[in-house]
């Protein structure tokens, strides 16, 4: 079947390929599907970082990356910081800064990440919490990009849609809407404004990226 991405609301996904489970952010998650072959969670803010969450998808064997604070709370995991990259079992991931350069809400000195995440024959970029930022321009190379179109804690859709001329991807997903900040509006908005590919997903919904 490939590689596929399901949007699991908010800021949460899921990627499968193969055998290899990756879930991203899982966050108010409806069952318990204990799958997941990595977790990766970009920051400690509550609408990210789920321990009850994470175990829902865990098994015994589930490794843990994250940033430093949410490795901490978990006592578990491996810390990932910007800059840094890790490889798994046919999986490789890299952390990017992710931050707010002019609002106080993600500062740029707690280390928190994004991810570049290679898996299959996709590189993958899920921004986190982030405005555009000039780490962000260095981003290339990029088959799928999962934006923040929301505002107000991270990009709205039009600084989303301008991130996507620098990181020029084949495709783009919007999220961080229709939960706490962003509507439908804001996903469409970024979806008829950029040049590249994008899917408008509702929660729960699966595309496959081949």
């Known amino acids: 079947m490939g590689t596929t991405l399901q949007w699991l609301g908010h800021a949460g996904f899921k990627i499968c390929h193969e055998d290899t489970v990756i879930y991203i952010d899982p966050w108010k998650l409806k069952g318990s599907p204990g799958d997941a072959t990595v977790v990766l969670v970009s920051h400690g803010h509550y609408d990210h970082y789920s321990a009850e969450d994470i175990a829902k998808v865990s098994r015994p064997d589930t490794k843990l990356v994250a940033s430093a604070d949410v490795v901490r709370k978990e006592k578990n995991g491996e810390m990932i910081t910007p800059g840094m990259t890790i490889d798994f079992s046919g999986v490789r991931v890299s952390g990017v800064a992710?931050?707010?350069?002019?609002?106080?809400?993600h500062p740029k000195a707690n280390n928190w990440v994004g991810f570049v995440i290679e898996v299959g024959s996709q590189r993958i970029y899920y921004a986190g919490d982030t405005d555009l930022t000039e780490d962000m321009k260095s981003i290339?190379?990029?088959?799928?990009?999962?934006?923040?179109?929301?505002?107000?804690y991270t990009m709205n859709a039009t600084e989303a849609a301008e991130a996507t001329k620098y990181i020029k991807p084949e495709r783009a997903v919007p999220y961080?809407?229709?939960?706490?900040?962003?509507?439908?509006a804001d996903a469409?908005?970024?979806a008829n404004t950029v040049e590249c590919q994008v899917q408008v997903l509702s929660p729960g919904e699966t595309i496959s990226l081949e």
């Open 98 to 105: 992710a931050y707010n350069p002019g609002k106080q809400f």
């Open 140 to 152: 290339k190379e990029i088959d799928v990009a999962l934006l923040p179109v929301g505002g107000t």
């Open 188 to 190: 469409d908005k970024f």
């Open 176 to 184: 961080h809407w229709g939960e706490i900040v962003g509507s439908r």
